[in-house]
């Protein structure tokens, strides 16, 4: 059998998530070899995975023979170096989102979520020339780890478009919650923005993803002709109180947004996005075709459902991520690292190192849902269009 040999960069929350699906991937073995980080529970960390090597500088995972790919889960302002040095340094690369951000430049003004929006898109195009540039000179792959794409309606919907050949005429989606407890989420130095780039990025790469099968199926191009965006902090006056179900405490970012998109074909797309919504975690699409209408639940969807009279009965068990309380009727996400698409993107990303085929999810992808969020950024900025 085929042995992938895989060094993580990164021992937080998606990496967890990442090893759980490399587990359960078959006809092939994926083995974690090896695992980078700087947290005093790196070892730890480890141990509980069987990992049988621990470095602390990323550099000496990179001088490892014994590594055929890096999955790199840091913090997004480590992607773009990472992605250019792993690849240089011959090893095929996995990386969460963002593929890149603005983080800020010496010399910014501060916080850097006030820095000119214009300034932000032309350093970030820039930037993500370069590493692309690496991407497309380099004889390894590069996987965008975006798990939407590989999420089961979400790959049912293409196949759909692919054997029908029909044509998009309007898709909206979100993905939205009540916002993320990790302090970094709330600083746009940390995280190149707010709920857009953290949650957004989601469902506006598989509106992408959906556009982008279509003319395929069709013979047709695809581009994205101009996008109107307006971003809020809608939760700025809630007293402490009034906030206790929400965890979203933004300094300089927002925690919502709303991003419309024209495509070059005249279609049109919505993709909406909040860190202050409860209940568990929205992760939907819904788009209409010239014959008729999909609609791809990710979460929630009834395929079980529970009630509890008190949230004691249930406080035991997971039922899906963010909600906040057992009690009352809940949607319970069955086999979530599947509904989500995590499995099928290890299963496609290993056998891709295996073979050396394309990923579906890959450069391109990743690139152009970088470039749509920051004219968003600057078209909220503007209050007005941004034409591509």
């Known amino acids: 059998m085929k042995k992938v040999r895989i060094g993580m960069v990164g021992a937080g929350f998606i990496s967890r998530i990442h090893l759980e699906a490399y587990k359960r991937v078959y006809g092939l ?18 141990a509980a995975y069987g990992i049988p090597k621990v470095y602390s500088d990323y550099h000496d995972l990179m001088k490892d023979p014994d590594i055929d790919v890096v999955d790199i889960c840091t913090p997004p302002q480590l992607h773009a170096v990472m992605i250019g040095e792993f690849l240089s340094a011959g090893k095929h690369v996995i990386s969460e989102k963002p593929f890149t951000g603005y983080f800020g430049v010496p ?29 497309r000179k380099s004889d390894r792959l590069f996987c965008y780890a975006e798990d939407w794409v590989y999420a089961p309606a979400v790959a049912k919907a293409s196949e759909i478009l692919k054997k029908t050949g029909d044509k998009i005429l309007f898709l909206k ?76 405490n933004p300094v300089d970012v927002e925690d919502w947004s709303m991003l419309s998109l024209t495509f070059g074909d005249g ?12 209940g568990g975690v929205r992760n939907l699409i819904e788009f209409n075709t010239n014959t008729g209408t999909l609609v791809c639940n990710i979460a929630p969807n009834n395929a079980m459902m529970t009630y509890a ?50 990923p579906l999810s890959g450069l391109d992808l990743a690139y152009e849902t970088i470039k749509i969020t920051y004219a968003g950024y600057l078209s909220a900025e503007k209050g007005e269009r941004v034409k591509l």
Do not use: N
């Open 173 to 248: 989606a979100e993905e939205s919650h009540s916002g993320s407890h990790a302090w970094h989420a709330a600083e746009w130095a940390q995280t190149g923005g707010g709920s857009m780039i953290r949650q957004g990025c989601h469902p506006l790469s598989a509106v992408l993803h959906l556009k982008m099968t279509e003319a395929k199926a069709r013979g047709e191009a695809f581009s994205v002709e101009s996008v109107v965006c307006d971003t809020g902090v809608v939760t700025e006056r809630l007293t402490k109180e009034e906030r206790r179900f929400i965890a979203a």
């Open 29 to 46: 073995q994926a083995s974690v070899e090896a695992v980078c980080a700087r947290s005093d529970t790196t070892k730890d960390f480890a």
């Open 107 to 135: 010399g910014d003004v501060q916080p850097v979520g006030k820095v000119c929006k214009r300034k932000m898109y032309d350093a970030v195009l820039e930037g993500m020339e370069r590493t692309a540039g690496i991407v």
């Open 267 to 278: 279609t049109k797309a919505t993709i909406f996005s909040g860190d202050f919504v409860t």
């Open 309 to 358: 009279a008190d949230a004691s009965v249930l406080k035991d068990v997971y039922l899906t991520e963010k909600v906040e309380t057992t009690a009352g009727w809940q949607y319970v996400l069955l086999d979530e690292e599947s509904a989500r698409g995590y499995l099928q993107e290890a299963q496609d990303f290993m056998e891709c190192v295996a073979t050396g085929r394309e």
